[in-house]
């Protein structure tokens, strides 16, 4: 009875500690990050090309010194996207307020990005009214629409704190060290059992 209470609380140990893994800010140092507006790479322009209309202008590196400029801007000039190295999205309303309609973008920093992107947490909505919806499309790229988004003055903000994924255990761990700790309860318990 004993083996069964200790085993049944290793087991939901290993399962508490495997979901208070909390996700942690992602690091963008280094980064280079592709850019879509409404399904185009022609709909947003790079900073690395002065945010000329050319090809390849929506990619572009993050601006290693923060200098509290912008990484994209919309071809419509509607809206500004700023990426910190530690990992926070601020988006700002870049002219006058829009009328309703679509406005959907999507950023991706390449399938050999170092952390996986696990979510956000809102940091600043008070420049909207009604929040975006932010996707993690893959563990390397995400998706934002602005469109349910009302605008609270022509130099609306908004920011996002990009989350790294959870890291989770390997089952194979976890299983293992399960499996001996099983084994050794059921040696103890068989010398017991002899001794009696």
Known sequence: ???????????????L????AGAAPISLQGSTITGTYNGAPEGVFGLDYGFAAEPGSNTTA???FGTGGVEFLTSDFLFGIDFSTDGILTVMLNATLPDPGNYRLAFDFGADFAQRIGGFSWLDTSGVTGLPALTVLNGH???IDLS???????????SAQIDAAAAVPEPGSIGLALAGLTGFALARRRNRAAQR
């Open 1 to 15: 009875m004993k083996t069964k209470i200790i085993l049944e609380t290793l087991v939901l140990a290993a399962a």
């Open 17 to 20: 500690t495997a979901t208070q």
């Open 62 to 64: 993050i601006d290693p």
């Open 141 to 143: 790229s995400f998706a």
């Open 148 to 158: 349910p988004v009302s605008w609270n003055s022509e130099i609306g903000v908004f």
